[in-house]
């Protein structure tokens, strides 16, 4: 029947002259294969029962907030003033942090780039409670117009209040449309940037 010089078994049926070999399949694909089914319901149950694990964006935004405090603290606490608001206009990456921090609580009052909502249009020379630089942080720390701009003393660190008005500050002069024209009355110039 076969040349092969193993002579294989036959299962012993037949069909329209068909005969198969009987060959079992090994026992380790089989454990494998009924292993996997086992541990497909366990995880199934461990994933939707269990505590829920960190998620790549959430252990991302731990990391970055790790990362910040450790920077926080090499600078210390800021005081939120208007040398140190120009200092932190002149670093780049802190003024990046601040526009994150905007864009994570200012953007649905002031909208996005700071053209103006709710709040007044912030890119422009024209501002209701500013007079001076210092002045952007103190309206952020104590709010303005009876809570309508909330005060964030409570809500923000003092670095993030520093980094948020060097971001603030810097919007100035580009003036972008905004849906609400200008407000207030234009202000002298912020002072020019310390020389090092
Ligand atoms: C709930 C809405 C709201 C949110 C959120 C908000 N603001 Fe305001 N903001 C206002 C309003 C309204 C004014 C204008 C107050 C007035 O009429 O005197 C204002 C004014 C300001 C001013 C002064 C502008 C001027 O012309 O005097 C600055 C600076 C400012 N906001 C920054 C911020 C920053 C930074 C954040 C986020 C940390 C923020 N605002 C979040 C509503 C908001």
Redesign the pocket.
């Known amino acids: 029947m076969s040349d092969s010089p193993i002579q294989d078994e036959l299962t012993g049926h037949e069909y329209d002259g068909i005969t198969e070999y009987d060959n079992p399949i090994p026992g380790w694909w089989s454990w494998m294969f009924f292993g996997g089914i086992v541990f497909a319901v366990l995880y199934y149950m461990a994933y939707q029962l269990g505590t829920a694990g960190t998620s790549v964006a959430q252990a991302y935004d731990n990391a970055v907030t790790a990362n910040l405090k450790l920077q926080f603290e090499e600078i210390g606490i800021l005081t939120p003033d208007e040398p140190t608001i120009l200092t932190y206009m002149q670093e780049e990456n802190w003024v990046l942090f601040g526009q994150k921090?905007?864009e994570g609580?200012?953007v649905?009052?002031?909208g996005k780039e700071g053209v103006g909502l709710?709040?007044?249009n912030?890119t422009d020379d024209?501002?209701?409670?500013?007079k001076r630089l210092g002045d952007?942080a103190t309206?952020?720390q104590k709010g303005?117009?009876n809570g309508?701009?909330?005060a964030?003393q409570n809500r923000?660190h003092p670095n993030e209040i520093v980094m948020?008005?060097a971001y603030?500050a810097s919007l100035r002069g580009q003036n972008k449309p905004g849906p609400r024209g200008e407000?207030?009355s234009v202000i002298d110039p912020w002072p020019a940037a310390p020389t090092e």
């Open positions: 921090t905007f609580n200012c649905s009052c002031h709710v709040g007044p912030l024209h501002y209701k409670n500013v952007v309206v952020i303005a117009a309508a701009m909330p964030w923000l948020v008005s603030v407000e207030g």
